[in-house]
């Protein structure tokens, strides 16, 4: 048996909200467990959704959970409610943020675990971020989900960020099948690199939006993105096994 989804209310994120400042001082208190059930700091959640005490060994298995968990909702009722995802957050903190050798925990900034509605912040929520990025691209995006539930790495971060990127599924798909290994299941070394090197992110990101002045790239696969990349990208495709 799992617990019932419940949604934090403004008490309880504030209190959320303070042991998330207190990690920052350099604290080492236990999670807040009584917020997610205490009447005064939640509520119940209109919909009945149990969530399990699993573990997660990448962000893609949680997003994969949540997704499937969260179907049976009306999506209006899910998308950015900040009480839910905050919620969420709070019951898996162990693995969001989680205990580092000398006994810290290192959350960053509050948007990480609290949602936040305004899209330059929302998609940085490590659980919502990645629900909304399979429900957008499912298993075409393995590429935004490298790495723990913990992280959102380079990928995510400079794609999603992109309003005009995230939505789109051919450039998307596109993105990971040039810097994605499949056979070892994570991206490829140097992909990321943050100087605009020939044929990594952040040309793709360059050329991409260039060839959006064109190109209805929102009616392209992630195929016929790649041949559209100027020869730069010729030894990312050669790996991808692309021509």
Not at 34 to 42: M, T, V
Not at 147 to 172: D, H, V, W
Not at 173 to 190: H, I, M, W
Not at 210 to 221: E, V
Request: glycine share 6%; proline share 5%; aromatic share 14%.
């Amino acid at each position: 048996m799992g617990d019932l989804v419940r949604i934090l209310t403004d008490e309880g994120i504030r209190s959320f909200r303070e042991y998330l400042a207190s990690l920052r001082a350099g604290a080492s208190d236990n999670p807040p467990w009584e917020l997610l059930s205490d009447f005064r700091s939640s509520a119940n959640f209109d919909f009945n959704v149990e969530v399990e005490d699993l573990e997660f060994s990448t962000g893609l298995d949680a997003a994969k959970y949540l997704y499937e968990i969260l179907s049976t909702v009306e999506y209006s009722r899910v998308d950015q409610n900040v009480g839910l995802w905050s919620w969420l957050s709070l019951k898996y903190i162990d693995q969001l943020c989680p205990v580092r050798r000398n006994g810290s925990r290192r959350p960053g900034q509050d948007y990480r675990f609290i949602l936040e509605p305004e899209f330059r912040y929302y998609y940085r929520h490590l659980l919502f971020g990645a629900y909304t990025v399979f429900r957008l691209h499912g298993s075409k995006a393995p590429l935004l989900f490298d790495g723990p539930p913990s992280e959102m790495n380079k990928f995510r971060l400079e794609l999603a960020c992109r309003q005009g990127f995230i939505t789109n599924k051919g450039i998307i798909e596109a993105a990971s099948l040039l810097y994605y290994d499949t056979q070892r299941g994570r991206a490829k070394p140097g992909a990321a690199a943050t100087t605009r090197k020939p044929g990594t992110l952040f040309r793709f990101i360059d050329v991409v939006q260039q060839l959006d002045l064109t190109y209805d790239l929102h009616s392209m696969t992630g195929e016929q993105v790649l041949n559209l990349l100027p020869k730069e990208f010729d030894e990312w495709r050669r790996e991808a096994g692309r021509p």
